[in-house]
């Protein structure tokens, strides 16, 4: 499913390429040192709170799946380094 439907299918009305940039951004903010692997091995103690920070941001229960997709999705792309 594309991210714009999967947006969509939470309330979430705005550009996929828009969302990706907010959650690269927070990212950067909240876990400027970390890698994308060390982040997402440690779901609980730091993916939670950060998919919890994502929502509030977009006002809409988006599901963790969807957040950390666009993390590795970004990471692929080059958005996100793969060190730390």
Same mark, same amino acid.
């Given at each position: 499913? !594309?991210?714009?439907?999967?947006l969509?299918?939470?309330? %979430?009305?705005?550009?996929?390429?828009?969302? @990706?940039?907010? %959650?690269? =951004?927070?990212?950067?903010? !909240?876990?400027?040192?970390?890698?994308?692997?060390?982040?997402?091995?440690?779901?609980?103690?730091?993916?939670?709170?950060?998919?919890?920070? %994502? @929502?509030? @941001?977009? @006002?809409?229960?988006?599901?963790?799946? %969807?957040?950390?997709g666009?993390?590795?999705?970004?990471r692929?792309?080059?958005? !996100?380094?793969?060190? =730390?």
């Amino acid at each position: 499913m !594309l991210l714009k439907n999967k947006l969509a299918g939470c309330g %979430v009305d705005v550009d996929p390429q828009e969302f @990706r940039e907010v %959650v690269c =951004e927070l990212y950067r903010i !909240l876990y400027p040192c970390w890698s994308v692997d060390r982040f997402l091995c440690e779901p609980t103690e730091h993916g939670t709170p950060f998919c919890n920070t %994502v @929502r509030r @941001r977009f @006002r809409a229960d988006i599901p963790d799946r %969807v957040i950390c997709g666009e993390l590795l999705n970004a990471r692929k792309d080059g958005m !996100l380094s793969d060190e =730390e």
